[in-house]
């Protein structure tokens, strides 16, 4: 894979971890390479700040991330990116995420396996 489309890669997966992390908000980030082909994602929307962790082959990315309130979410997106001179490269990108985890739900509770009883009241006569 090229220098190109491996810096495509990253500047997506980060953008999708951001956009993860803000569901269907809107917001900014910025992502920093790791490692080729791992980006980590800082981002700010209305939902407060995120981080994340994305990867990306051209013009698809995936990524995790969590929020401040602990919320895990995954996403997945495509999109495009150009140089604009420095190093530094813009893009834009379209995505879907989904909750994966939340600590504040409330824990569902699990059914019976006992059979139920069923209470029978004596009859007494007058």
């Not at 491996?6 to 953008?15: C, M, N």
Request: charged share 5%; glycine share 26%.
């Amino acid at each position: 894979m090229g220098s190109r489309a491996r810096r495509s890669g990253l500047w997506i997966a980060t953008a999708v971890a951001v956009a993860a992390l803000s569901g269907c908000a809107g917001g900014v980030g910025i992502g920093v390479p790791l490692v080729p082909g791992v980006s980590l994602g800082l981002g700010f929307s209305s939902g407060g700040p995120s981080v994340g962790l994305g990867t990306g082959v051209g013009p698809v990315g995936v990524g995790v991330g969590v929020n401040t309130g602990g919320q895990v979410y995954g996403g997945a997106g495509l999109g495009a990116s150009t140089g604009i001179g420095g190093g530094v490269r813009a893009g834009a990108g379209v995505g879907s995420s989904t909750l994966l985890y939340d600590p504040n739900a409330q824990a569902t509770p699990r059914p019976s396996l006992a059979p139920q009883q069923q209470q029978i009241e004596p009859q007494y006569a007058n």
